[in-house]
């Protein structure tokens, strides 16, 4: 076997590691457990994916998003190392052969969602794979104390007696001191070797922008940061949209991105933006995790975010090739006031939480002791509108149900229609003789996914109706006939949200809710808001350093010398002035066009400075609203 460095440039054509990377592999190949905490682009997926090659067995992946998996196994596929993904809309012969590969070790690697983990199916293949490696990406999702809670990651660990001399690597970009700590309890690493490579982003410029007019100061970042693209985040389905035409009406190609949008829309416009068919992605926090495109010269956050876990991750999308780049956060006094009606909304009353569950079995009609295992589409406008319910608090109200176990949520992505049969062989046979027509469907079924008799199979109704002579449209109507028939359990396709019932019915009053540790995650939840507005009103400290303090980084951490704090104590505001006064004097410029001039040359606050020489007679606004010297 060749050595790690020769296995770097054979397959990713590297001549030198990054910042941590070779120790987290060495520690890796000596069996030890680890936490890798590295930044955006810092080259996380490397500290699994070789060591993985030089063990003798299977590296496993546990993985949020399927279009991150999809990637990722596209990559080593192209690098020829063997690869494969499971997600729901593969379907049951190609998923069968995906597990049957790995149990008969024709995989090096193979990608999973957490929510995989809890299927029979998978368990019993899993326990005969030869695994040498679990890797767990995104491991801030197990935290219940992180920002982006996702309730399977906490029983990532339930697989780990199935193979218990796998080495576990654990690994994300954001991660405070406390969540470092859950994560490693919570995945059961045994006495692991905790790596970070700091939080420093030398490259990258943060910039604070308490600014009243948000989209002039986006326009003018759009235009003063040279080639390349750029992504704006925004708080609102309905913001993307306006933002982008806002943008598209100045000159800018933009493209708005949510996930109200259908997952076929959505990987368009993603691959159009990725390719260079639009400068700037206008997105909701559904868009960025997994993006690696190098050319992201600016991200720009119109909102403020909630906490800076995200502000960091999203933040951090920008300058992955080493170039500079800047994040800008535009804020003004509507931004925490925002903030703060989400953070109620977030944390409903338990009687709020119990009112929801009885709302959603009641809309669905799951009888009280029934129900387990009904998945629908998550009509959430509907639930509200019929029941007078606030959509925000309803959402947060189901977050619980979720960590409680009672219901569970898919990721938004496409789902393909699902089959399953209950019946036995003999009351099938009987029901084939007593209806012809049907039965002839459900044989071509049976013969096409002989799956159906153990798990829910993802089905094509095009591949059946081809078989069968007849039309898809005819295929579903039978299909939904025998499922209200109970002859099989038939979930018909849909981008909608699903919404899976885990348990059967129960009384809402009987729903325990842990007090204690609802208060503790309010307080966690408070703590960050909190932080978040400390971080844009300090105006004296390096917001770098604001940063990495936030992450437990402190010892031997210098101002950046590049954020707004820096270059607002190199251009104190007799300086602003100074230069106001020059450009003025050398041509006729608007208020914005010399915001944009100085602003390309590090000048900050030159509006509020233009509107103080204004406010003294300073300058002078002529009737075609050019500035003037008085």
Not at 113 to 136: K, T, W
Not at 341 to 355: C, G, K, L, S, V
Request: glycine share 6%.
């Amino acid at each position: 076997m060749a050595d790690k460095r020769q296995l770097l440039g054979r397959y990713w054509h590297y001549k030198e590691f990054r910042p941590c990377q070779e120790e987290i592999i060495d520690s890796v190949l000596q069996g030890r457990d680890v936490f890798a905490l590295m930044p955006t682009g810092g080259g996380k997926s490397l500290c699994y994916q070789l060591p993985a090659l030089m063990m003798e067995g299977m590296c496993l992946v546990v993985s949020p998003l399927i279009a991150l998996m999809k990637d990722q196994v596209e990559r080593l596929n192209e690098r020829h190392l063997k690869a494969a993904c499971l997600y729901s809309g593969l379907g049951a012969s190609s998923s069968a052969n995906v597990l049957n590969n790995a149990v008969s070790g024709n995989l090096k690697y193979l990608y999973v969602s957490p929510e995989r983990l809890r299927q029979r199916s998978f368990i019993e293949h899993f326990r005969r794979m030869n695994v040498s490696l679990i890797a767990v990406d995104e491991a801030h999702c197990v935290s219940q104390w992180g920002y982006d809670f996702r309730p399977p990651y906490l029983q990532i660990a339930d697989i780990r007696p199935y193979q218990p001399k796998a080495v576990m690597i654990a690994l994300t970009a954001t991660a405070t001191p406390a969540v470092v700590q859950d994560v490693c309890l919570r995945l059961q690493l045994r006495s692991p070797q905790i790596f970070s490579t700091g939080f420093g982003r030398p490259n990258l410029a943060y910039i604070v922008s308490a600014s009243g007019d948000k989209m002039s100061r986006l326009l003018r970042v759009c235009r003063s940061s040279g080639e390349g693209c750029g992504i704006v985040y925004a708080a609102s389905r309905r913001r993307t949209e306006q933002v982008a035409a806002f943008l598209k009406a100045n000159g800018i190609s933009a493209v708005y991105y949510h996930a109200g949008l259908t997952a076929s829309e959505r990987d368009r416009r993603q691959t159009h933006w990725m390719t260079g068919g639009c400068r700037v992605m206008v997105a909701t926090n559904a868009f960025g995790m997994g993006i690696d495109k190098a050319d992201v010269r600016f991200v720009v956050h119109i909102d403020v975010p909630s906490s800076l876990e995200a502000y960091y991750q999203e933040a951090g999308r920008a300058g992955r090739d080493g170039e500079p780049a800047k994040a800008v956060l535009l804020c003004d006094e509507s931004d925490m006031h925002r903030l703060d009606d989400n953070f109620a909304a977030e944390f409903p009353p338990p009687a709020h939480i119990r009112n929801a569950y009885r709302a959603l079995c009641n809309y669905y009609r799951i009888p009280m002791g029934s129900g387990q295992d009904t998945t629908v589409d998550f009509d959430i406008e509907g639930i509200c509108a019929m029941y007078n319910l606030a959509p925000r608090e309803f959402y947060s109200c189901c977050v619980y149900l979720e960590r409680e176990g009672l219901i569970a949520r898919d990721d938004g992505e496409a789902l393909r229609s699902q089959l399953y049969i209950p019946l036995g062989r003999d009351e099938l046979y009987r029901f084939q003789v007593d209806h012809m027509r049907m039965g002839d469907i459900l044989m071509a079924v049976i013969r096409l996914y002989p799956g159906l008799f153990n798990e829910r199979t993802p089905i094509d109704e095009k591949r059946i109706a081809s078989q069968c002579m007849v039309s898809a449209a005819e295929v579903r109507q039978m299909l939904q006939k025998m499922s209200d028939m109970k002859v099989v359990e038939y979930i018909p396709s849909s981008d909608s949200p699903r919404l899976t019932f885990c348990t059967e019915r129960i009384d809402e009053r009987s729903i325990c809710l842990d007090n204690a540790n609802y208060d503790q995650l309010k307080s966690s939840a408070r703590s960050r808001l909190d932080a978040m507005a400390q971080f844009i009103s300090n105006d004296h400290v390096c917001r770098s350093r604001q940063l990495r303090a936030y992450f437990g980084e402190t010892e031997g951490v210098g101002d950046c010398g590049q954020c707004d704090v820096c270059i607002r104590v190199s251009h104190n505001a007799a300086d602003v002035e100074q230069a106001v006064h020059r450009a003025v004097a050398q041509g006729r410029l608007t208020v914005n066009a010399l915001c944009e001039l100085l602003g390309n040359q590090n000048y900050l606050d030159v509006e509020p400075t233009v509107r103080r020489m204004l406010d003294r007679g300073e300058l002078q606004l002529d009737r075609n609203l050019f500035l003037k010297l008085s």
